[in-house]
């Protein structure tokens, strides 16, 4: 089974203080999340990455995953896309 790690960067200078949960949300069934971490640099850029997993029989391609922020009273910040 192959595994791809994808890389969503955003900008997000103005919530630099910010805390976000990840919540799981419905995935092709032949794939899954396996792992997520984040981090910010020196300038306040957030990096999620993460790393899906393949677990059917058929290839994929450009499986899109989708990233969505929200700060620390549950309400929506944005939404980043990626492609692996």
């Known amino acids: 089974m192959k595994r791809n790690t994808v890389l969503i960067a955003g900008c ?8 976000f ?3 799981l949300v419905h995935a092709a069934s032949d ?3 396996v792992s997520h971490s984040s981090f910010y640099t020196s300038t306040n ?3 999620v990455i993460g ?3 393949n677990t059917g029989d058929v290839a994929t391609k450009f499986t899109k995953v989708t990233a969505t922020f929200y700060d620390s009273e549950d309400e929506f910040i944005s939404t980043k896309i990626g492609y692996v």
Do not use: G, K, N
């Not at 997000?12 to 805390?19: D, G, H, K, N």
């Open 45 to 47: 850029i957030l990096y």
């Open 12 to 19: 997000l200078a103005i919530v630099c203080f910010m805390t």
């Open 31 to 33: 794939v899954r999340i």
């Open 51 to 53: 790393e899906v997993e």
């Open 21 to 23: 949960s990840v919540q």
